[in-house]
């Protein structure tokens, strides 16, 4: 049962263009989102995230936006750069926040590969 | 991430042998994951540890325990690897505050 999903496997665009990567979730209880990007034979790194209580976060060129009533956050690029052909991943967790022993389990995405060409 | 060292990079094994897969922080993090990432399924958690000899299961831990002696290490181990563990294997870290993986482990059972 996938509880979180990205239903695009691929992406591509073109340099200077936005880039939308959709995610959707199932699970009520997730209250912390994030997206983390991943180049090959690397391990991912953390992109931005988003807490429930807010519908938008931004940082530079990325904006997360979450839908709580769909289920549903996006990643928003602009404008897009060739270097940001990676993979995507959206990921959740219900039990974000210091302390705890369950802190930090994350529910992944399944990615979708970014392509921007020149 | 220099703070986190998956060790080896690459290996095959043999279907029924043990494998050990080690995972190396000097980030001095509490919090210590291993997941596996396949096609199709994205990055799935297998164990995970909250404090020294803290550990619990993950959503996909059958074939595999771990063991965290001091805070430094977590390691996993494939008692008697199948086909299906054909994967790459990330370990992570954290600290309450944030979440940083290793560079993985490709790990071929033939």
């Known amino acids: 049962d996938q509880q979180v999903k990205q239903n695009s496997p691929s992406l591509s665009v073109q340099e200077g263009r936005i880039s939308i990567l959709n995610c959707d979730y199932t699970?009520?209880?997730?209250?912390?989102f994030l997206w983390y990007k991943k180049y090959p034979a690397e391990g991912p790194t953390f992109l931005i995230s988003?807490?429930?209580i807010k519908d938008k976060n931004e940082d530079g060129r990325f904006t997360v936006f979450l839908n709580k009533s769909a289920k549903h956050l996006s990643l928003h690029i602009v404008p897009s750069q060739p270097g940001d052909s990676a993979v995507y991943f959206c990921?959740?967790?219900?039990?974000w926040g210091a302390g705890g022993t369950s802190y930090g389990k994350l529910t992944f995405g399944q990615g979708t590969i970014l392509t921007v060409h020149p | 991430d220099a703070g986190i060292t998956q060790s080896p990079r690459h290996k095959v094994t043999e279907t029924g042998t043990p494998v050990t897969l080690r995972c190396h922080q000097t980030?001095?993090?509490?919090?210590m994951y291993w997941y596996r990432q396949d096609p199709g399924h994205g990055l799935r958690l297998i164990h995970y540890?909250?404090?020294?000899?803290?550990?619990d299961k993950g959503e996909v831990s059958d074939g595999y325990s771990v063991s965290r002696s001091k805070t430094e290490d977590f390691l996993l181990t494939l008692e008697s690897a199948t086909s299906s563990q054909t994967s790459v294997y990330f370990c992570?870290?954290?600290?309450?505050?944030?979440?940083?993986f290793g560079s993985g482990t490709r790990l071929t059972v033939v």
């Open positions: 992570a870290t954290g600290d309450g505050y944030g979440y940083t």
């Open positions: 980030e001095n993090h509490r919090y």
């Open positions: 540890s909250y404090g020294v000899k803290d550990t």
């Open positions: 699970n009520s209880m997730f209250d912390y």
């Open positions: 988003i807490s429930s």
């Open positions: 990921a959740a967790s219900a039990v």
